[in-house]
């Protein structure tokens, strides 16, 4: 039997303490529909990153505009844009994709796209509280999505073919620590399913000039493949980095994610708006694709302060009847022009977990031009974007608050009901090319709050397809 959690964890660094979530008393429901949209995203996006890559590509070497390179590389040290391009890593794409979906009225809008995510073992260890056969990829859709995504890794010229069982090591750096506790649920359940894993720091991890090992009680065993759990802006701060990319360049060891940091920017998605690269998108994914990824991702464009002709404009970027033409004439607008969200792209400790974002209308107009100013200034250091902002439309859950005794909550044994508005993190693992869904996150924050993410007022729970409509289903796509 797997360790169960009590309550489920881990929390993340937003309130700078660990304390838990709240815990629904039921699964967050989806109908039929939904879920079919949801198995066809995991296409959709797999198609995406593969474009994204090849336009990445193409872009240094000249075939495509070199502004594509040149934002996407802003900010890095040449060490990692060196890896980023190289050879060896050429073809290599995440093997985990999860967007963040906020449900709107009008449907679904993705506030941005992760290969790196958190609440794998969170969502795996949840969906064993609900034992449904209606459960999306039912109760070790996770752990065995993951195990399989893992399994299909090419582990190279050691081994005329991949390693059904190959060796695991998933490496939680020390800015990742909140998470170590559900990365260790998950290697117990891997472990459990016979994929042998080793949850490490990145200081546990032994190197020769054969490989990297890990020691296992008294012996040393070799690493075929390890699952990097950290951000590559924080490399400087990880023991032995240097090592870890040395092996997997010389082929060592199989590093999944690769080291691609142009794939971890949120700033694709106003590339992907952009209209010179219009005909490039439309080629690499075709009408489906665009189509559905148009209406899924928000207009988004870089905050560059470089001057423009005068001649010329922000491309969709409108206020009122009113064409923009410089990033600085923003900072006045009124409140209800503000409904946009300044973020940093990619490549910075401020670019995770909501730490870095500023919501428009819920600041000062003050406030919103000095964040406009910060970002224009940190352009070529860590750029930012401006992405249109969607209101979340209204939800409601049940929900145990297991830091506080039955008698303090005013409700029937401690269940709670709270109106809120919910963010799905559906998971997909790629396997030999193929996306599949194994899960779906849903969390809800209460509704005087901008941003939906994992604080400690939050319900999470997995999510649940029926027939039915309720006050706990998604809203139809």
Known sequence: MHRTLQPPIPRTQLTGHVAPFHTATSPFFITPDELAFFEQLGHH????????????????????????????????????????RMNRFRQSLPGVIRPDLILTEDGMIATELDSIPGGIGLTSNMSQSFPDESLIGGINGMRDGFARMIRSLDVGARHAAPLHN???????????????????????????????????????ILFTEDGLWVNQGEERVRIDILYRFFELFDLKNIPKAELILYAAKKKQVVLTPPPKPQLEEKLLFALFHHPVLKSFWQGHLGDETVSVLRKLFPKTWILDPRPIPPHAIIPDLVIGDFPVSRFLDL??????????????????????????????????????????????????????????????????????????????????????????????????????????????????????????????????????????GGPLAAPNQ
Not at 49 to 62: E, H, K, M, T
Not at 185 to 202: D, H, K, M, R, S
Not at 362 to 381: P, R, V
């Open 45 to 84: 996006l797999l198609s995406f990153y593969q474009a994204a890559n090849q336009l990445y590509i193409d872009s240094f070497q000249g075939h495509q505009p070199c502004f594509v390179a040149e934002y996407l590389d802003f900010g890095k040290p040449e060490s990692v844009v060196e890896y980023g």
């Open 166 to 204: 190959p060796l695991l090591a998933i490496v939680v750096s020390e800015e990742s620590k909140d998470y170590r506790s559900e990365m260790d649920y998950l290697g117990e359940a891997l472990n459990e399913i016979g994929l042998q894993t080793f949850v490490l720091e990145p200081s546990e």
């Open 331 to 468: 900072k006045h607008l009124s409140q209800k022009e503000r409904h946009f969200v300044i973020k940093p792209s990619g490549f910075s400790e401020m670019a995770w977990g909501s730490r870095g974002v500023l919501v428009g209308h819920d600041l000062s107009e003050e406030a919103f031009g000095a964040g406009i100013e910060m970002a224009l200034n940190s352009f070529y250091k860590t750029p930012h974007i401006l992405q249109e902002f969607h209101k979340g439309r209204q939800v409601e859950t049940e929900y145990q608050d297991l830091r506080s005794s039955p008698s303090d909550k005013g409700g029937l044994e401690g269940v709670l009901r709270m109106k809120g508005r919910a963010r799905l993190s559906p998971y997909y693992f790629v396997e030999r090319n193929t996306p599949i869904l194994s899960g779906i996150l849903a969390t809800i924050c209460p509704l005087d709050k901008k941003l939906i993410h994992g604080m400690s007022d939050a319900v999470m729970m997995p999510c649940a397809v029926s027939n039915v």
